[in-house]
C-alpha cells in the first residue's frame, strides 16, 4: 500500500510563501498524476494542481501564475511551490496520486494533509 505524506504547511504572511512537500513510501514513476488538493474550513475539497508523467502541468484558475507543481523522481516526492499566498489560500492541502497499475478503474492514494495558514 502506497502511503503519501504531506510536509511543509504552516503559519506565512499574505504575501509570503511556503512549499510544500509530498513525500511517497516508493517509486513515484508508477504515480501518475499527482495532485495538491485543498479543503478550507467549511467548504469542499478543491483541486489545486495536477502534474502527469510527462510534465504535464494544469492549475485551479486562482492559484495560476502563483503556484508550481512539480515532482523529482529520484527523490520520491512532489512539490507545490507556494508564491504571493493569500487568506484565501488558507486550508488543509493534500497529496493525491493514481496508480497506474490499476487498470480496471481510477484508484487514488492520499495524504493525511498539511495545515497552510496565510494572514493578513
Known amino acids: 500500500q502506497v502511503q503519501l505524506v504531506e510536509s511543509g504547511g504552516g503559519l506565512v504572511q499574505s504575501g509570503g510563501s511556503l512549499r510544500l512537500s509530498c513525500a511517497a513510501s516508493?517509486?513515484?514513476?508508477?504515480?501518475?498524476?499527482m495532485r495538491w488538493y485543498r479543503q478550507a474550513s467549511g467548504k469542499e475539497r478543491e483541486l489545486v494542481a495536477t502534474?502527469?508523467?510527462?510534465?504535464?502541468?494544469t492549475y485551479a484558475e486562482s492559484v495560476k501564475g502563483r503556484f508550481t507543481i512539480s515532482r523529482d523522481n529520484a527523490k520520491n516526492t512532489m512539490y507545490l511551490q507556494m508564491n504571493s499566498l493569500k487568506p484565501e489560500d488558507t486550508a488543509v492541502y493534500y497529496c493525491?496520486?493514481?496508480?497506474?497499475?490499476?487498470?480496471?478503474?481510477?484508484?487514488?492514494?492520499w495524504g493525511q494533509g498539511t495545515q497552510v495558514t496565510v494572514s493578513s
Open positions: 493525491n496520486a493514481e496508480a497506474v497499475w490499476v487498470v480496471e478503474r481510477k484508484y487514488e492514494f
Open positions: 502534474i502527469t508523467s510527462g510534465g504535464t502541468t
Open positions: 516508493g517509486s513515484i514513476r508508477s504515480l501518475s498524476p
